[in-house]
């Protein structure tokens, strides 16, 4: 390996050590429910949510009520991606006319998806319009990583709570990381791609003429946008069949490589959660209501949801 790759190597794991702490603080604060320097901007977006929804942010949930209520949202977010998929034929931004996903193919990206799996069986250029793209896929690249890394956050409240009446609320966690973590990554990283040369664009299309003098049809669309949260989120399912090996996902000489970057994006998440997790498991983070961290020695019914005094389900 010649010494610009070992260089690269260098800078690489300096920028994610760098990075660990102030984002791990970060993911900290909101697994705490605090206020971060984005609240100024996006409090009143949240409170907004939970007042549509009729959401009481504070309430605890038992961990048989958190998993019911994730479970919940992920059949109706599943369904709702099914029906946009079945009926793509008929929706907006559908430039290309692209007619309806088949049932057996639509329910098998609906749940891939939703799982954060992500398999793609299709060609997304050939396959979906822009609104399913947007709709049926960006979106839930968001709500898939944010729930993982909300049962990341039950977790680690059921080893960090020695009495409690619940381990968090599922919505409180879920609109807290997408709002003051994934949506802000995102759109900054989503910038970025657009400065190196991703297409982030309404059009579905541009026709293009070869060195040969042949006409040749070029697929557009937003794609920075999803492979900004595709690559953040650790999703797979790019807007291009051939993934980040397609140009327009790929496409920089010139600046820092995008497939370093995304490199660095992916990882990135992992380690900031390895660093909240150093905190809880110290004791340190989210004591119990009545201010008792658990030992090193925690009851291991926690585990299971259990709890040494009485709570809700």
Same mark, same amino acid.
């Given at each position: 390996?010649?010494?610009?790759?070992?260089?690269? $190597?260098?800078?690489?794991?300096?920028?994610?050590?760098?990075?660990?702490?102030?984002? &791990?603080?970060?993911?900290?604060?909101?697994?705490?429910?605090?206020?971060?320097?984005?609240?100024?901007?996006?409090?009143?977006?949240?409170?907004?949510?939970?007042?549509?929804?009729?959401?009481?942010?504070?309430?605890?949930?038992?961990?048989?009520?958190?998993?019911?209520?994730?479970?919940?949202?992920?059949?109706?977010?599943?369904?709702?991606?099914?029906?946009?998929?079945?009926?793509? =034929?008929?929706?907006?931004? +559908?430039?290309?006319?692209?007619?309806? %996903?088949?049932?057996?193919?639509?329910?098998?990206?609906?749940?891939?998806?939703?799982?954060?799996?992500?398999?793609?069986?299709?060609?997304?250029?050939? !396959?979906?319009?822009?609104?399913?793209?947007?709709? =049926?896929?960006?979106?839930?690249?968001?709500?898939?990583?944010?729930?993982? $890394?909300?049962?990341?956050?039950?977790?680690?409240?059921?080893?960090?709570?020695?009495?409690?009446?619940?381990? &968090?609320?599922?919505?409180?966690?879920?609109?807290?990381?997408?709002?003051?973590?994934?949506?802000?990554?995102?759109?900054?990283?989503?910038?970025?791609?657009?400065?190196?040369?991703?297409?982030?664009?309404?059009? !579905?299309?541009?026709?293009?003429? !070869?060195?040969?003098? $042949?006409?040749?049809?070029? /697929?557009?669309?937003?794609?920075?946008?999803?492979?900004?949260?595709?690559?953040? &989120?650790?999703?797979?399912?790019?807007?291009?069949?051939? +993934?980040? /090996?397609?140009?327009?996902?790929?496409?920089?000489?010139?600046?820092?490589?995008?497939?370093?970057?995304?490199?660095?994006?992916?990882?990135? %998440?992992?380690?900031?959660?390895?660093?909240?997790?150093?905190?809880?498991?110290?004791?340190?983070?989210?004591?119990?209501?009545?201010?008792?961290? %658990?030992?090193? &020695?925690?009851?291991?019914?926690?585990?299971? =949801?259990?709890?040494?005094?009485?709570?809700?389900?």
């Amino acid at each position: 390996m010649v010494w610009q790759g070992w260089t690269l $190597i260098a800078l690489f794991v300096a920028i994610l050590a760098a990075l660990a702490k102030p984002m &791990g603080m970060w993911l900290f604060a909101l697994y705490e429910g605090r206020r971060t320097p984005l609240h100024r901007v996006l409090g009143p977006v949240e409170n907004g949510f939970y007042r549509l929804a009729g959401i009481d942010p504070n309430a605890e949930q038992g961990w048989r009520r958190y998993t019911v209520h994730m479970l919940l949202f992920q059949l109706i977010a599943a369904l709702l991606t099914y029906l946009a998929l079945r009926a793509q =034929g008929g929706l907006p931004f +559908n430039g290309r006319a692209m007619a309806g %996903v088949g049932a057996d193919g639509a329910m098998n990206t609906a749940i891939a998806f939703v799982t954060n799996t992500n398999w793609q069986w299709y060609s997304g250029e050939a !396959t979906l319009s822009n609104f399913s793209q947007m709709f =049926g896929l960006t979106i839930h690249n968001f709500l898939s990583a944010a729930t993982g $890394i909300a049962i990341a956050f039950a977790l680690f409240r059921g080893f960090a709570r020695r009495q409690a009446s619940g381990i &968090g609320n599922f919505w409180a966690d879920m609109t807290r990381i997408t709002l003051y973590l994934l949506l802000p990554v995102s759109i900054v990283y989503a910038i970025y791609l657009i400065l190196s040369g991703v297409p982030q664009t309404f059009a !579905t299309s541009v026709d293009a003429t !070869t060195l040969e003098g $042949i006409k040749q049809t070029i /697929a557009l669309g937003p794609v920075a946008s999803q492979e900004a949260i595709k690559m953040l &989120g650790t999703n797979g399912g790019g807007f291009f069949n051939a +993934n980040s /090996a397609h140009p327009f996902e790929n496409p920089s000489a010139d600046q820092p490589r995008p497939d370093a970057v995304d490199l660095l994006d992916r990882r990135r %998440v992992d380690l900031v959660l390895r660093q909240g997790g150093k905190r809880h498991a110290s004791g340190l983070g989210d004591p119990c209501r009545d201010g008792d961290p %658990v030992p090193r &020695g925690h009851d291991s019914r926690l585990l299971a =949801g259990g709890s040494r005094q009485p709570g809700p389900p």
